[in-house]
């Protein structure tokens, strides 16, 4: 069992960090979520709600118990400090001003700091951007932070899984953050696999 924080910005795509925090918890890790006003508010108007432990199906009542919800200005959060840093950190998805803080190493709230401990600590930080088209400043950040040691995936889905749904393309996008995490899962069928 891992310690994951999972922070939601104000881009578009909510429902990719929704669904991440569903697999994860699924799987018995303990999940950390922080979720920004501007990601509340475009929660709000794509999935309807913005109590996250409220939109998580109740299919598997055991997922409630691993989460905790934290507040972006609650600075009294444990993995506030290196001494205590996450497994993992993912932003998803990430906005574009986040990931501006990010790259540039400014911490004025729970979630940009937790970016910054996990790349002063060596920690595996997940940036799912969202965002189209990209001026060249979104792809110069995005070159610095992973230059910094964040790993940078773009909510692009693909096709070749042969998605019927939107499920399908955001369980795609998920999946490849499990990848990452080295976490198994069935959400989609790698390249050419049976």
């Known amino acids: 069992m ?11 795509g909510t429902i990719y960090g ?15 979520v922080v979720v920004t006003s501007a990601g509340e508010q475009v929660m709000k108007e794509e999935l309807g709600n913005t109590d996250i432990r409220k939109i998580i199906k109740n299919d598997i009542s055991n997922r409630k118990k691993y989460l905790t919800i934290y507040k ?30 990010i790259a540039n190493g400014i911490s004025r709230n729970l979630l940009e700091r937790i970016a910054d401990v996990a790349l002063k600590e060596k920690r595996q930080l997940i940036v799912v951007v969202r965002e189209t088209p990209l001026s060249l400043i979104h792809l110069e950040n995005m070159v610095k932070a992973a230059k910094a040691g964040a790993q940078i995936l773009p909510a692009m889905p693909a096709f070749y899984h042969h998605p019927k749904t939107v499920d399908d393309m955001v369980n795609f996008i998920v999946g490849k953050v499990l990848n990452l995490l080295q976490i198994e899962h069935k959400l989609f069928k790698g390249w050419r696999k049976e």
């Open 2 to 12: 891992s310690d994951y924080v999972v922070g939601i910005t104000g881009a578009s």
């Open 18 to 32: 929704v669904r991440l925090v569903q697999e994860l918890a699924e799987r018995k890790h303990n999940v950390h």
């Open 72 to 101: 972006n200005d609650d600075f009294t959060a444990p993995f506030m400090s290196g001494s205590n840093a996450p497994d993992a950190a993912i932003i998803i998805p990430c906005s574009m001003g986040k990931l501006a803080a």
